[in-house]
T-cell receptor
Framework: DGGITQSPKYLFRKEGQNVTLSCEQN?????MYWYRQDPGQGLRLIYY???????QKGDIAEGYSVSREKKESFPLTVTSAQKNPTAFYLC???????????????FGPGTRLTVL | KQEVTQIPAALSVPEGENLVLNCSFT??????LQWFRQDPGKGLTSLLL?????REQTSGRLNASLDKSSGRSTLYIAASQPGDSATYLC??????????FGQGTILTVHP
């Protein structure tokens, strides 16, 4: 089955620790994205990557880091510098459909991170 | 900076009603607008994508319209069912496929 997988589903972290969230897709999509969702709010973009070995900061990149060494993988590290990391994290991917700006994003099931 | 607002924040209706969810955005220079559905604790499912050159899209009981000049979109759900209960998110697409999301409308359809 094609799709996007995120692991783990739930993650607990102590303050001061770095933690890495996994995102894998087998859709052969070029672009991948990381979003953060807080209760009662929409999604906010953390980082995005259009191609392998390249990525750009989104609206709330401080305290986060990413890598894109393979097309199918886009892991997100939440560092100790992120002051309020407890949230629901969603990964997405998209493919350019050939028309300017027409990219449907497909989302993974999410990882809920809780800092203890 | 693009801002997206959704009204109402929550909506509760009896089964069978037709309903409208509203989305407004501040910058009309968009590539597309998407409506998503999110069930509690889950990821997002794309419902409809409207390109900037289009006025509306339809899928089954769902119809989404786009008025770029006024910065508005509506999602119309016909003959609502309890299974439609979820959070509905509107997002506008800009360069590089980036999306800016609204806060969502929580819809409850009761039998």
């Amino acid at each position: 089955d094609g799709g996007i997988t995120q692991s783990p589903k739930y993650l607990f972290r102590k303050e001061g620790q770095n933690v890495t969230l996994s995102c894998e897709q087998n859709l052969n999509h070029d672009a991948m994205y990381w979003y953060r969702q807080d209760p009662g709010q929409g999604l906010r973009l953390i980082y995005y990557s259009q191609i392998v070995n390249d990525f750009q900061k989104g609206d709330i990149a401080e305290g986060y880091s990413v890598s894109r060494e393979k097309k199918e993988s886009f892991p997100l590290t939440v560092t100790s510098a992120q002051k309020n990391p407890t949230a629901f994290y969603l990964c997405a991917s998209s493919i350019d459909l050939g028309l300017a700006g027409v990219r449907t994003q497909y989302f993974g099931p999410g990882t809920r991170l809780t800092v203890l | 900076k693009q801002e997206v607002t959704q009204i109402p924040a929550a909506l509760s209706v009896p089964e069978g009603e037709n309903l409208v969810l509203n989305c407004s955005f501040t910058d009309s220079a968009i590539y597309n607008l998407q409506w998503f559905r999110q069930d509690p604790g889950k990821g997002l499912t794309s419902l409809l994508l409207i390109q900037s050159s289009q006025r509306e899209q339809t899928s089954g009981r769902l119809n989404a319209s786009l008025d770029k000049s006024s910065g508005r979109s509506t999602l119309y759900i016909a003959a609502s069912q309890p299974g439609d209960s979820a959070t509905y998110l509107c997002a506008v697409g800009t360069s590089y496929g980036k999306l800016t999301f609204g806060q969502g409308t929580i819809l409850t359809v009761h039998p």
